[in-house]
């Protein structure tokens, strides 16, 4: 009677066991980046450009619920809508727009101004005729899009690297005052579009953020219309991640406009491997974890979802491989599942191996740090782990050490410095992530148990 007694519990608990993995699993199969999104209160999207339209694989995907939201690559841009001054062409901007509203996607006009992709007529304009020649673009392109797009690219990449204002023929023209012009003459077009300024490498603090913010404030002073800025995050692996990114979210959206991540992608020099799959996916959750942090962060939108149709290795030579799917269509699992778990979805394990082992955190100390576990991706004989820092303001510098149950053995780490003594991982900040919030990961082998291990940090 016992042994049927333990047979029937252990049948039982088998069964509930069974159950509890289908479950996940089948959270996990229906689950995408934009419903995750939604259910945060924002959106997850992909560029697209008219080329891709005919491929009707890429297509599946890219109208098949992964996005709810799109942005023309090209088809909007000056050299597009108006080749000649005055004749006007949507075809291929109309195009893009039809597909995301067939497929229940929000279209993000992408852009009104740029120096970039002008016409030569643009550029030969007598500097008299620029300002009228600007201001009917933005009117004529608008107005045509008008309750079409929720928001534009009003502005794109108006400054140089160190902060100073581009040369462009609208700054030639017009100086700084171009900008708060097109944003006038976009609202006038286009009352209901939230109006943006677009950029790249002001994701984190520095020069060129800080002109970008002191650029807004600028523009409200004066009453000029400003909706929201876009942080472009073209970002490369072997470069360090931007400093202090949740935070530079934050001053902006202190300001009382939206911001969003318009162009994410991040590249490696190839070829891949798993080292750097595992870097770039670090980044792509760090990126991902800041604009869920911050309110006003209204979505992501990675710049196109594929390698296949990626602008990279045709401006970087010799770099590559940044999207979350490959060029074959097929999801890089550990990029994939790093933006699923950023943003709070459910990773199941590979088949034949365990699931991973929940997140655990240190106790805050009183002036010390706080550091969260967990658990990104795990397979047979190994995992990648992944720690955040959050500390009170002020402080400099942290320690956090890992102590692990099971044998677990670190092989590679990035974002700190570390060293392993035994069960115990101490790993401490570098240089330019010692003022916390800092994210740190690694890649660790495991057999048997892979519990989480006792953290403190310091």
């Not at 108006?82 to 062409?89: L, N, Q, Y």
């Not at 994701?203 to 876009?230: E, F, R, T």
């Not at 996916?281 to 990126?287: D, F």
Request: hydrophobic content about 40%; glycine content about 10%; charged content about 15%.
């Amino acid at each position: 009677m016992r042994r049927a007694l333990l047979a029937g519990a252990a049948a039982v608990l088998a069964a509930v066991s069974a159950t509890a993995v289908a479950m996940v699993h089948a959270e996990a199969a229906t689950q995408t980046l934009q419903s995750l999104a939604a259910a945060k209160g924002k959106y997850f999207g992909s560029a697209t450009d008219n080329p891709e339209l005919s491929d009707t694989a890429y297509t599946a995907i890219l109208g098949g619920g992964e996005f709810g939201q799109t942005t023309p690559g090209n088809s909007m841009k000056w050299d597009a809508t108006e080749p000649t001054r005055g004749s006007f062409s949507f075809t291929r901007g109309d195009a893009v727009v039809d597909f995301a509203a067939a497929h229940n996607m929000k279209v993000r006009g992408h852009t009104l101004v740029w120096h970039s992709q002008l016409p030569g007529w643009v550029s030969s304009l007598p500097t008299g005729d620029v300002q009228a020649a600007m201001e009917n673009h933005i009117t004529q392109v608008a107005t045509h899009y008008r309750g079409k797009v929720f928001a534009w690219d009003v502005v794109n990449e108006p400054f140089n690297d160190d902060g100073t204002l581009r040369t462009s023929p609208f700054s030639t023209a017009m100086g700084v005052g171009y900008i708060a012009d097109a944003l006038r003459t976009a609202r006038a077009a286009d009352p209901d579009a939230k109006l943006y300024i677009n950029d790249y490498n002001t994701d984190g603090l520095g020069a060129k953020s800080d002109a970008m913010y002191n650029l807004v404030k600028s523009l409200q002073a004066q009453g000029v219309p400003i909706d929201g800025v876009g942080f472009q995050g073209h970002l490369a692996i072997q470069y360090g991640f931007p400093s202090q990114m949740q935070q530079n979210l934050q001053r902006f959206a202190d300001l009382g406009v939206d911001v969003a991540i318009t162009e994410l992608d991040v590249r490696m020099v190839l070829p891949r491997d798993a080292t750097k799959d595992a870097t770039q996916a670090t980044y792509y959750s760090n990126v991902v974890k800041a604009c869920v942090a911050v309110t006003r962060c209204v979505g992501v939108t990675i710049w196109d979802y594929t390698d296949k149709y990626s602008w990279v290795p045709n401006t970087f030579s010799g770099q590559g491989a940044a999207l979350p799917w490959d060029e074959n269509l097929a999801k890089k699992p550990t990029a994939y599942n790093a933006i699923v778990s950023a943003l709070g979805g459910v990773v199941p394990s590979p088949s034949g191996s365990t699931s991973p082992p929940p997140a655990s955190s240190s106790p805050p100390p009183s002036g010390g740090c706080t550091a969260v576990y967990q658990v990104v991706n795990q397979w047979n004989t190994g995992f990648q782990g992944e720690v955040s820092v959050t500390a009170p303001a002020g402080k400099t510098g942290w320690k956090v050490t890992l102590t692990f149950a099971n044998g677990q053995t670190v092989t590679q780490l990035w974002n700190g410095s570390y060293a392993q003594s035994g069960s115990t991982v101490t790993v401490t900040n570098v240089s330019w992530n010692a003022t916390p919030p800092a994210t740190f990961g690694f890649l660790a082998n495991w057999s048997g148990t892979n519990a989480a291990p006792a953290v403190t940090c310091a």
